[in-house]
């Protein structure tokens, strides 16, 4: 914990809160029907900040009151905070914290989101996550001598997160605004100052081509550099992936890739995942430049003679991939059926003006998601000085 203040106690979480675990009601109690308590079962019934009322038990066992912080323990959430604003039943997937006496709830509600990374610690490599009372218990936390200064703290904290949850909520009200603009561009329903030619229907296979990717030998992965970016479906989440995959953790020499047989794909082509679990993820990226792509993936080469590229990767966020799959256990998309999927085209000039319209869209929300990972990393900064006292308000 490094240096203490010294008027600061080092106290283990059950001795500064009181932790509930939870205990799930018998099934047959449960019931949609408002009858009994709200029961929180695990992260189904969580938000942002508060939990939801989905089902009620009949027949509570454990109760968390208002207030308190709740945590997920089992699964993949373990860690997963909201604070509740009733009193609920909570299953065995929570735990209730409630701040005992000379302790401020608020200030310990910070305490235990700053230590979810050691709880989250306690689960590394399990295949099911889960944290019992007596580790939770366990956990140190530094407790400030009076209420008034963890009160301080909680204060400042709070306007941190209150500058956090509007920004976020003004992301996700851009985000609506721009999927309104997609269906009324995209379809012709509304459209742009002067523009006014009729759209002509089309198929997809009637604008470009769907094309496979190519094995990957192993060893050939790995390389930093290279001619070709070498594209794994896995490099979809890179940072700086959001739209154009800039980002590649594989490369592979002109000399490989005729060696290998591997395809090389066209700057603009549209990528995305064609087999397994990662096609219902609806992820489709645009490449950069001439890039390679392995047999997970498939891309779209577009006719750029006819079509705005932009233009037909927006009709792609459309596209619902994972209504196309096929029924065998392992699911799979086919290029010749997305083909045959149809839409109206206009003339290339409204296409690009279109594609610009959402474009500016999207720069805007990526600025407002850049800076809200600037208050997040701020936020960050003041809950390791605020909560060990390295900086004092008092």
Not at 52 to 64: E, N
Not at 142 to 157: D, M, S, Y
Not at 294 to 303: E, I, Q, S
Request: charged share 25%; proline share 4%; with cysteine.
């Amino acid at each position: 914990m490094g240096v203490i203040p010294s008027d600061w106690e080092v106290k283990r979480l059950g001795d500064a809160a009181e932790v509930v675990m939870g205990q799930s009601p018998i099934g047959a109690s449960y019931n949609r029907c408002c009858i009994g308590a709200p029961l929180i079962n695990g992260p189904t019934e969580f938000t942002a900040k508060h939990p939801i009322k989905i089902q009620w038990t009949s027949q509570p066992t454990k109760f968390c009151k208002k207030g308190d912080v709740l945590l997920c323990v089992r699964g993949s959430s373990t860690g997963r905070i909201n604070i509740s604003d009733d009193e609920y039943c909570i299953g065995r997937g929570i735990a209730s914290i409630r701040a005992k006496s000379g302790v401020d709830t608020s200030f310990i509600t910070f305490q235990v989101e700053s230590a979810v990374k050691n709880i989250l610690v306690l689960t590394t490599g399990s295949t099911f996550p889960n944290i019992d009372g007596k580790s939770i218990k366990a956990i140190n936390v530094l407790i400030p001598p009076t209420k008034a200064e963890q009160n301080a703290i909680a204060t400042v904290l709070s306007d941190a997160d209150a500058l956090i949850s509007s920004l976020e909520k003004l992301i996700a009200k851009k985000r609506n605004i721009k999927q309104g603009a997609m269906q009324q561009l995209l379809t012709g329903k509304k459209r742009l100052p002067g523009f006014s030619g009729k759209w002509e229907v089309k198929k997809l296979g009637n604008l470009g081509k769907f094309r496979g990717g190519s094995g990957f030998p192993i060893k050939h992965q790995g390389k930093v550099e290279g001619d070709y970016p070498f594209f794994k479906v896995s490099d979809m989440n890179n940072e700086g992936n959001t739209t154009f995959m800039a980002n590649s953790n594989n490369w592979i020499s002109e000399f490989v890739r005729k060696e290998a047989s591997v395809n090389v794909f066209p700057r603009h082509s549209i990528i995305f995942a064609k087999i397994g679990a990662a096609i219902f993820l609806e992820r489709k990226k645009i490449l950069l430049q001439e890039s390679c792509i392995d047999n997970n993936m498939m891309g779209f080469v577009l006719d750029e003679d006819c079509t705005d590229f932009k233009f037909i990767y927006y009709l792609f966020l459309n596209i619902q991939l994972g209504k196309l799959v096929s029924t065998t256990a392992l699911p799979s998309l086919s290029g010749r059926e997305i083909a045959t999927l149809e839409f109206g085209i206009p003339e290339f000039k409204e296409q690009t003006a279109i594609a610009q319209v959402l474009s500016d869209m999207d720069a805007e929300i990526e600025a407002l998601e850049k800076k809200l990972d600037k208050f997040r990393m701020i936020k960050q900064g003041m809950m390791q000085e605020l909560l060990s006292g390295r900086t004092r308000l008092i």
